[in-house]
């Protein structure tokens, strides 16, 4: 079982015995609410922070890129620090942690330090979200508030989508870029704060530090980022073309396949094997996978669109997409009721679909498509993003008793970060590649021989010639104005292949849902004998 069991289920005990740890479940929300919004608030603001540092695209990906393999080390780490000192005492350390962390991003002005600085905010802050996780998990039994806590740890996670473009705008208006990070420090350093004062009787065992399973954690840590930073760097830097890509990938699969070996044969394993064997916890994690890339409306599809076709700015993305927060918001009681009173498979395909449906909208995109153009797909993707959010939770957990349950969460946490990055590189992928496709199409299609050509570069020249004074610049003109419209063509004819994409990968998602087990009310659940505290 994984060290950290002992001391993480004792605790809950006390809490069932008492009354729920709402002090630390409410402190544990406002740090997943911060965590899953400011690493996209980042990442829509990309552009401000390459500029800021003076660095290429390229090199400013890092920014992103290590703050996630950070992520994929602090969420297992997370865990045994529970163990060893207790929960609210993880809580301080690693809220203090993502504070000092995101103030050296902020005040930082060489490359490496902030590099340096972007992992531990990473490691410290991506595990925020799993503390929420494991705090009702260990404190709220299946049919007495768990669905409840769990509901409300859904939208936490799931509100970022649409409020990080706004979040962005008003950050970045207030003090620049280093504004993103100044905000996250102080955020950390009252997360911390308000941490000292929950959860204080739970001590931990610092006996459990030694028996805590290293070998695997250090090995399943560098394989995740490995395979992480070949997702998230191999479209920059042409996937295979460069060694270190391919090698990240082989390094990072055969690191997993050692850390797995060493987990099979550990005494106190990080990770729980038998947990995926239960089709409710292995298809939730496929689906989880799968829901990201409806999540990829909001987060990049539909801003990279209007950025580049439309020319907007942060401040009217920001605008555009805090309807799919106040869309996923209102169905959320709507997404709880099916969620408690039906079958959440219904809930799960029906979210699926709607944001299929979003997606299939936008097929036909055009570039002259603007803000208005996207409200319905997004009201769909919100309304979706809470129904599936939410019932997921349901076969995330089932089943986890006080010795599984760190490791359900960890494995679903995970998910959740490969989910997006892996949805991001494919989606990325598919609009360069689609893109050079269509120009050369374009290309060769448009040429001085067609009589639809010669008309619109005739128009184009008629309209310049009151502007230039030389007949060639007004050819010129003419021609880079044709130039730019066909690349603009080009792009949302790959935006339109990146949307069909997935929409039928959620389409197929919503029928796999189906395959899940039917599950029963969840106030028929009880604690059962093996979920008490390990003796």
């Known amino acids: 079982?994984?060290?950290?069991?002992?001391?993480?289920?004792?605790?809950?005990?006390?809490?069932?015995?008492?009354?729920?740890?709402?002090?630390?479940?409410?402190?544990?929300?406002?740090?997943?609410?911060?965590?899953?919004?400011?690493?996209?608030?980042?990442?829509?603001?990309?552009?401000?922070?390459?500029?800021?540092?003076?660095?290429?695209?390229?090199?400013?990906?890092?920014?992103?890129?290590?703050?996630?393999?950070?992520?994929?080390?602090?969420?297992?780490?997370?865990?045994?620090?529970?163990?060893?000192?207790?929960?609210?005492?993880?809580?301080?350390?690693?809220?203090?942690?993502?504070?000092?962390?995101?103030?050296?991003?902020?005040?930082?002005?060489?490359?490496?330090?902030?590099?340096?600085?972007?992992?531990?905010?990473?490691?410290?802050?991506?595990?925020?979200?799993?503390?929420?996780?494991?705090?009702?998990?260990?404190?709220?039994?299946?049919?007495?508030?768990?669905?409840?806590?769990?509901?409300?740890?859904?939208?936490?996670?799931?509100?970022?989508?649409?409020?990080?473009?706004?979040?962005?705008?008003?950050?970045?208006?207030?003090?620049?870029?280093?504004?993103?990070?100044?905000?996250?420090?102080?955020?950390?350093?009252?997360?911390?704060?308000?941490?000292?004062?929950?959860?204080?009787?739970?001590?931990?065992?610092?006996?459990?530090?030694?028996?805590?399973?290293?070998?695997?954690?250090?090995?399943?840590?560098?394989?995740?980022?490995?395979v992480l930073v070949f997702l998230a760097e191999g479209e920059r830097r042409f996937w295979f073309e460069k060694w270190w890509i391919a090698a990240s990938l082989v390094c990072g699969l055969l690191c997993i396949a050692f850390a797995i070996q060493s987990m099979r044969h550990a005494k106190r394993p990080l990770l729980i094997l038998s947990i995926f064997r239960r089709p409710t916890l292995s298809w939730s994690l496929i689906l989880q996978v799968a829901f990201r890339f409806g999540t990829l409306l909001a987060v990049f599809i539909a801003p990279q669109y209007l950025a580049r076709i439309q020319g907007f700015r942060t401040e009217q993305i920001g605008g555009v997409m805090l309807v799919m927060s106040a869309a996923t918001l209102l169905t959320t009681p709507v997404a709880y009721w099916l969620a408690a009173k039906s079958d959440p498979r219904i809930a799960l395909s029906v979210g699926l679909a709607a944001m299929a449906l979003a997606a299939a909208m936008c097929v036909q995109i055009t570039s002259e498509w603007a803000s208005q153009e996207f409200i319905v797909p997004l009201l769909l993707a919100g309304m979706g993003q809470a129904l599936f959010a939410v019932a997921t939770m349901r076969y995330a957990v089932f089943g986890a008793n006080f010795h599984d349950g760190p490791s359900h969460g960890i494995a679903f946490n995970i998910a959740r970060t490969f989910g997006l990055v892996g949805g991001l590189a494919l989606v990325a992928h598919t609009v360069v590649e689609r893109e050079k496709f269509h120009s050369a199409m374009l290309a060769e299609s448009i040429t001085n021989l067609q009589p639809a050509t010669g008309e619109g570069i005739a128009a184009m020249m008629r309209a310049l010639i009151s502007w230039l004074p030389d007949a060639a610049g007004v050819q010129r003109g003419a021609f880079s104005r044709l130039s730019h419209e066909t690349a603009r063509q080009a792009f949302s004819l790959a935006y339109q292949d990146a949307f069909f994409i997935t929409a039928v990968v959620l389409t197929v998602a919503a029928v796999l849902v189906w395959a899940l087990p039917a599950l029963p009310r969840p106030s028929t659940l009880r604690l059962l004998p093996s979920q008490g505290p390990n003796r």
């Open 1 to 226: 079982m994984p060290a950290a069991v002992d001391s993480v289920s004792n605790p809950a005990t006390s809490d069932r015995a008492s009354s729920p740890p709402f002090g630390a479940i409410a402190v544990s929300t406002f740090g997943a609410v911060v965590a899953a919004t400011m690493p996209l608030a980042v990442i829509l603001s990309m552009p401000d922070i390459a500029g800021g540092l003076s660095v290429s695209a390229d090199e400013a990906s890092w920014v992103t890129t290590l703050y996630n393999v950070g992520t994929l080390a602090g969420i297992p780490a997370a865990v045994g620090v529970a163990g060893v000192t207790g929960r609210g005492r993880t809580m301080w350390i690693f809220g203090l942690g993502f504070a000092l962390s995101s103030l050296v991003v902020a005040v930082g002005h060489s490359l490496s330090w902030v590099f340096i600085a972007r992992f531990l905010e990473g490691f410290f802050g991506g595990a925020l979200p799993l503390l929420m996780m494991l705090i009702v998990l260990t404190s709220l039994p299946p049919g007495r508030g768990q669905l409840e806590g769990l509901t409300l740890f859904a939208i936490a996670t799931s509100l970022g989508g649409g409020v990080a473009a706004w979040a962005a705008d008003a950050l970045i208006a207030l003090g620049g870029w280093r504004a993103l990070f100044t905000s996250q420090a102080v955020a950390g350093g009252l997360y911390a704060l308000l941490a000292l004062f929950v959860l204080r009787a739970d001590r931990g065992n610092r006996a459990l530090l030694k028996a805590f399973d290293w070998p695997s954690f250090l090995l399943l840590s560098m394989g995740l980022g490995l």
